[in-house]
């Protein structure tokens, strides 16, 4: 029988709009409730399929059906479908707009209307570089390391679900204009938010952005083991004169793909860089540096309210510094 609306629902009908929970059903439900693959799939327990030998499903199932497409919705647009939940009593009548529903939420996989959970701050790290008065080039190297460690699924969960990775910084020199001068480059950039193909950009004004690269987040950043080996994410320059070549820098990369379902990564990687030009030997302006680069990783966590299971785990920082 082919589905049609006020038609009685069949089991084969019905094992279509739920799909299976691991994999890219196109237009199926699991695909983006449940394990999925990749951009799609949130880790929330998926939806059975029936196995009726009478070739009909039950009322219980159809509500199932419902009531996760329902959920689905709130958390991409915080907005109820149009259709009903059985109950017991009333026979499982195929519903016209149910199709389009999940077509809906396939399309919508990354969209998150309902909001987002809790916002968990990190503690503020303040590397810093101290030299004394030199000529020769200077710089200071800043990884964190933000690690899922709940599945190998975990990250894809939390970006495909809303989640997002904050990263909150600010600079401060003492003692000479050099110090000073890199402090504001740092603080130019200020705070930059990831998200799952898309970053929020600098918040911070001044000196000259001579990369801006928005386009990227958790899935196409790139992976890499080393340091600023993924994508420049933001370099903010100096505009004072005499230190141009002064500049301060973000990017970001994942550990690489570690499990089976189109995860890129469980680890999300910071790469901050500050760099002091070398001057020229004839140049009064050689002077001592000591600059702070304060900053601090905040969790977003996606919201709870729809999304009840809890695929993504706590997440973890560290810091390295060289």
Not at 253 to 276: C, E, K, P, W
Not at 294 to 311: F, G
Request: proline letters at 1%; one cysteine or more; glycine letters at 12%.
């Amino acid at each position: 029988m082919t589905y049609a609306s006020g038609q009685l629902i069949t089991t084969a009908e019905y094992n279509n709009f739920v799909g299976p929970s691991v994999g890219t059903s196109n237009n199926a439900l699991n695909t983006v409730w449940a394990t999925g693959n990749g951009q799609y799939g949130y880790g929330q327990t998926a939806v059975s399929q029936s196995a009726t030998s009478a070739g009909l499903v039950t009322a219980t199932q159809w509500a199932s059906l419902i009531n996760t497409i329902n959920a689905a919705n709130r958390h991409q647009s915080n907005a109820a479908t149009a259709l009903t939940v059985p109950t017991s009593a009333t026979l499982n009548i195929a519903q016209s707009g149910l199709q389009g529903a999940i077509n809906t939420l396939y399309n919508n996989h990354l969209l998150y209307g309902a909001g987002q959970g809790s916002n968990v701050a990190g503690s503020s790290y303040t590397p810093n570089l101290s030299v004394g008065n030199t000529y020769a080039a200077q710089s200071l190297s800043i990884t964190r390391a933000i690690t899922f460690s709940a599945s190998t699924d975990a990250m894809r969960y939390f970006f495909n679900a809303g989640g997002q990775i904050q990263i909150v910084m600010s600079g401060s020199g003492s003692g000479s204009t050099r110090s000073t001068d890199l402090a504001g480059c740092i603080t130019s950039i200020g705070t930059i938010t990831f998200g799952a193909l898309s970053n929020s950009g600098r918040s911070g004004s001044g000196n000259s952005q001579t990369t801006n690269n928005t386009g990227y987040g958790y899935f196409n950043c790139g992976a890499s083991g080393s340091f600023l080996g993924g994508t420049s994410i933001s370099q903010i320059t100096s505009t004072a004169y005499t230190y141009t070549g002064d500049y301060a820098q973000v990017a970001i990369r994942t550990n690489g793909t570690q499990g089976s379902n189109g995860d890129v990564g469980t680890v999300f990687y910071i790469d901050m860089y500050l760099y002091a030009a070398a001057h020229n030997s004839n140049n009064l302006f050689n002077q001592t540096i000591n600059t702070t680069w304060t900053h601090q990783v905040n969790i977003i966590y996606p919201e709870s309210t729809y999304l009840t299971n809890n695929s993504w785990g706590t997440v973890g920082s560290t810091i390295v510094v060289s």
